[in-house]
C-alpha cells in the first residue's frame, strides 16, 4: 500500500524568501506525481504534473523534481508571496486507473 | 468548461438522515473519483469509476455509504443513515482517464455537517 508523507506540516516565512517542501512516497512504481494548492474552503487547484519518466517540471516560479528511486519529490517555490499563503499537497499517481494516495500537506504561511 | 460542479455547496443534517451529494464531471472526463478530507484523516479516496463503471470502492468506509454514476455526466454519494462521524469535506475529481498520465481535476466540495 502506497503510503505518501510530506514535512514539514507546517511552515512560516517572510515574503521573498526561497522555500523547498517535501513529499516522500514509499512504493517507487509510480505513473506520476501531482502537486495541488488548497485554499482554506476550497477545492483543490492542480499546481503542477510530473510524469514518472520525468525529473521536473517548471511553472513560473514553481518547480517540482521528482526522484522515484529514493521515493521523493520537492517543490520549490522563488520568491514567496503573501498569495502563497495555502495548503500544498502531493498525491502519488500509482494505479493504471488513476489511483492516487494524497500527503497530509504543507500549511505554508507566507508572512509580509 | 465550468470545472468540476458538486453540490450542494454545504450540508447540515440530523444524524439518521440520508444525504445525497452530486457530482458533475468535466465533459469528456471518462473518469470520476470520490474523496472525504477530514483534519484527522486527510484526503481519503472512497470510490473510483472509469466510464460510468465502478473500478474500486475499497475506500467506501462501510454499507451507509453508496456512489452511483447513471451517466458519463453525473454521479451522486449517498449516505444513509448519516452519523456524525461522517462530517467532512467530500471532494469529486474527474480526469481524461484512459491513459496513466493525465491530471485530475477537483470540485470545490461539499461541506457536511451530521448534528
Known amino acids: 500500500k502506497q503510503e505518501v508523507t510530506q514535512i514539514p506540516a507546517a511552515l512560516s516565512v517572510p515574503e521573498g524568501e526561497n522555500l523547498v517542501l517535501n513529499c516522500s512516497f514509499t512504493d517507487s512504481a509510480i505513473y506520476n506525481l501531482q502537486w495541488f494548492r488548497q485554499d482554506p474552503g476550497k477545492g483543490l487547484t492542480s499546481l503542477l504534473l510530473i510524469q514518472s519518466s520525468q525529473r521536473e517540471q517548471t511553472s513560473g516560479r514553481l518547480n517540482a523534481s521528482l526522484d522515484k528511486s529514493s521515493g521523493r519529490s520537492t517543490l520549490y517555490i522563488a520568491a514567496s508571496q503573501p498569495g502563497d499563503s495555502a495548503t500544498y499537497l502531493c498525491a502519488v499517481n500509482s494505479g493504471g486507473y488513476q489511483k492516487v494516495t494524497f500527503g497530509t500537506g504543507t500549511k505554508l504561511q507566507v508572512i509580509p | 468548461d465550468a470545472g468540476v460542479i458538486q453540490s450542494p455547496r454545504h450540508e447540515v443534517t440530523e444524524m439518521g438522515q440520508e444525504v445525497t451529494l452530486r457530482c458533475k464531471p468535466i465533459s469528456g472526463h471518462n473518469s470520476l473519483f470520490w474523496y472525504r478530507q477530514t483534519m484527522m484523516r486527510g484526503l481519503e479516496l472512497l470510490i473510483y469509476f472509469n466510464n460510468n463503471v465502478p473500478i474500486d470502492d475499497s475506500g467506501m468506509p462501510e454499507d451507509r455509504f453508496s456512489a452511483k454514476m447513471p451517466n458519463a455526466s453525473f454521479s451522486t454519494l449517498k449516505i444513509q443513515p448519516s452519523e456524525p462521524r461522517d462530517s467532512a469535506v467530500y471532494f469529486c475529481?474527474?480526469?481524461?482517464?484512459?491513459?496513466?498520465?493525465?491530471?485530475?481535476?477537483f470540485g470545490q466540495g461539499t461541506r457536511l455537517t451530521v448534528v
Open positions: 475529481a474527474s480526469s481524461p482517464g484512459g491513459r496513466s498520465d493525465t491530471e485530475a481535476f
